[in-house]
């Protein structure tokens, strides 16, 4: 629940400090620190203070008042103009009915309320009093003993002997009664209250010009900052996991926009026969919910989108998503510094902060193919599998050997008449050292998080030992992966035709490496094909290849993978300058700041963006860390009162170019091969040259100094 408390404060000698809630305000003195102790809350978590000012000074009962307006032949008496102001303000105690003293605005004494309350914004009330002024006089400080001071004393008897110092501005002698437009504010009207603005070193926030609701000139919305509203864009793991950090900071509002009905990103979207993660499960998890259900080291598609089904409904996010909502474009508009976000229904979604959860992996590559219209069997692509074709006693034509490729094609076997996979090239492929956990290891896991915490860290140091020494081509790793891959195929496969068509000539690494325990098992069978002859054409009811042979088949099943890069962001994002994000990727290559912020797109933070992606370890680790840093910087904006914020080019570009230094010697760069990872200029711009940890430790620090704000 959001709590916004209104606070006035003022100090006073020998009187208690009180802290009051409005609409409870009396003469008593209060101030804004109290609240956390009325509360029983931490200080931090006060995130805004609005400070309640006239546009002129007053004060109920006695004590010194240095810029009192009151009659020069009798001190007890009002002067003409302070007796305007009491009229026109009404200006009696709201609980006792005494009479309010009236006088000029002392800024040297709202300066001393803004040091001691820590004032983050001012609400200037009864503009209007002053309305039939010639002129209107500013206490700028005081003189105090022959000493000029710019601050309110602490002690009553250094404040009565006080002398104010002036200054003098035209009054406007036009009415401001209720406008609510500032520039519908005469011109002098505005230069006094940007004089105060400026002397007290606080923003206004709220200019009141009478006693109605609707008689306000908002310039900047005072809870803005702690209210952002927020749009996470996806409810897979970075879209939920975005959630929670969210919570946890106390940024609660957000809404979670899913196009499909139920939670799950890719683990929703991908359901193809034999789907399961490449990372155990122990890792590939949330670090703040580790499961202790998990039926496998590495777990199937199926468990993992119940897991995150299990996620959302014990942190109450079902309640934070609207389903059924795709975007089709996104336009930050540089007026009101808010994305308006349309939707294929012709909705649109306005939100102060965008975060884009939606992942890399959801567009599907299809292959580039003459004749593929033609076909007049069913074609299917992995990542939009139908479940409704009958494949036994079919043939089968398979493109692609990727990662979904060696997951599902050992599951078609089974059942198939004939399969024929088409391979481009060979990829290196080591065990997977998978077993199902026993009731005990669960049991165990419930009853000790340790464990499940250890179990973690070990899997994660194995990996960051072996990816970091394959990934920077230690001549040793490589070797022993080689071997583990070659020994993988030697138990599986005999032929040694079919040994050499699955032997990489490129370095492990080069490519992503792959697990599996039945891929070289399945191609051994006799009814699985390995064809290497490249492909020249799709016929209505087979494949041809460029030597003119002909491979009947009746389903055509694409395991070609995803469109990465086109998939960062979903769809065409337009920043400053209407610029659209992917066309700048496809012109300077795809580039980010602290893969998360791209110059040019302020408010927008892309979860596993630029050079965030890995080949070795868990991506939502990754994640987290991103999470964690958008959270700072949201705080920072929070602290500082900022609507807007945006990474500098030349920092970009900076960091860019450190990047593509450390991944230049690299085995994805280095290494003679052809992949998804590579971009034309042959660079990358989506994968991390160095390990998780030290990605984890560069989100850290948020480097305010890297961002413009407004």
């Not at 309010?100 to 609400?123: E, K």
Request: hydrophobic residues 35%; contains cysteine.
């Amino acid at each position: 629940r959001k709590l916004l408390f209104c606070v006035s404060g003022i100090k006073r000698k020998g009187r208690r400090w009180v802290c009051r809630l409005f609409p409870r305000f009396t003469s008593s003195n209060c101030v804004a620190g109290n609240v956390s102790v009325g509360l029983g809350i931490g200080s931090d978590r006060i995130h805004y203070v609005l400070g309640l000012v006239k546009a002129y000074t007053t004060r109920v009962g006695s004590g010194p008042f240095p810029s009192e307006l009151y009659d020069a032949n009798n001190p007890a008496k009002q002067d003409p103009i302070g007796m305007i102001l009491a009229d026109r303000g009404q200006e009696f105690g709201s609980v006792t009915g005494r009479p309010r003293r009236t006088g000029w605005m002392d800024v040297a004494l709202l300066r001393r309320a803004v040091q001691m309350n820590g004032l983050s914004g001012l609400c200037i009330t009864k503009l209007d009093v002053l309305d039939t002024l010639a002129e209107i006089k500013l206490c700028v400080g005081y003189m105090l003993d022959g000493k000029e001071i710019d601050l309110f004393p602490h002690g009553a008897h250094e404040a009565a002997r006080c002398e104010p110092i002036y200054e003098t501005w035209p009054g406007w002698q036009s009415e401001t009664f209720g406008i609510h437009q500032w520039d519908q504010l005469p011109l002098a009207a505005q230069q006094y209250l940007k004089r105060i603005e400026l002397l007290a070193g606080v923003p206004i926030s709220i200019v009141s010009t009478g006693p109605e609701r609707n008689q306000t000139i908002l310039l900047q919305h005072p809870f803005k900052g702690v209210c952002m509203k927020i749009a996470i864009i996806g409810s897979g793991f970075s879209g939920l996991g975005m959630a929670y950090y969210l919570d946890k900071a106390g940024f609660t509002d957000y809404t979670i926009y899913e196009k499909a009905n139920d939670v799950g990103g890719c683990w929703r979207e991908n359901t193809y026969p034999g789907v399961a993660c490449d990372v155990p499960s122990m890792l590939y998890s949330f670090s703040f919910e580790l499961y202790p259900e998990w039926k496998h080291v590495y777990s199937r598609g199926e468990q993992i989108w119940e897991y995150l089904r299990f996620c959302a409904q014990k942190y109450g996010w079902m309640k934070k998503i609207q389903f059924g909502v795709e975007f089709n474009g996104g336009e930050f508009d540089e007026k009101t510094h808010q994305w308006r976000l349309s939707t294929t229904t012709g909705r649109v979604i306005e939100a102060d902060f965008v975060v884009v959860g939606a992942g890399p992996l959801h567009v599907p590559s299809y292959p580039n193919i003459p004749g593929l219209d033609t076909f007049k069997g069913a074609k299917i692509h992995s990542a939009k599998w139908d479940h409704d074709i009958n494949f036994k006693d079919k043939r089968v034509a398979v493109i692609g050997t990727g990662a979904s490729a060696i997951q599902f094609v050992p599951e078609l076997a089974k059942e198939v008449k004939d399969m024929t996979v088409f391979q481009r090239s060979p990829t290196w492929i080591v065990p997977r050292y998978d077993r199902p956990y026993t009731d005990d290891e669960r049991a165990s896991f419930r009853k000790s998080p340790l464990r499940m915490k250890l179990t973690r860290l070990s899997i994660f140091l194995i990996n960051e030992f072996n990816g970091l020494g394959i990934y920077a081509g230690n001549p040793v790793v490589s070797w022993l992966t080689k071997r583990m891959a070659k020994h993988n195929i030697h138990k599986a496969i005999s032929d040694p035709e079919l040994r050499q068509k699955v032997t990489p000539d490129y370095p492990p690494g080069c490519k992503r490496i792959l697990i599996s325990n039945d891929w070289y098992p399945a191609l051994a069978k006799p009814n699985v094909h390995l064809e290497t002859e490249p492909i020249a054409k799709v016929v209505e009811d087979g494949v041809v290849t460029e030597s003119g042979k002909k491979i009947p088949a009746d389903v055509l099943v694409y395991g070609t993978g995803f469109k990465v890069t086109d998939g960062l962001p979903p769809f065409p994002i337009y920043g400053v300058g209407h610029e659209n994000v992917v066309d700048r990727f496809a012109s300077e290559g795809i580039a980010g700041y602290q893969s998360t912020f791209i110059s040019g797109f302020p408010n927008c933070a892309i979860l596993l963006g630029p050079n965030a992606g890995l080949g070795h370890n868990s991506v939502v680790y990754m994640a987290e860390a991103q999470m964690r840093y958008i959270v700072k910087a949201l705080k920072y904006m929070r602290k500082h009162h900022y609507h807007v914020m945006d990474v500098k080019r030349h920092v970009q570009d900076e960091q860019t170019k450190e990047l593509h230094e450390a991944l230049k010697d690299s085995v994805w760069v280095a290494g003679g091969c052809q992949s998804w990872y590579l971009e034309k200029s042959g660079e990358t711009g989506v994968l991390w040259p160095h390990s998780a940890k030290a990605f984890d430790r560069s989100m850290q620090h948020f480097d305010a100094d890297a961002y413009r704000y407004a």
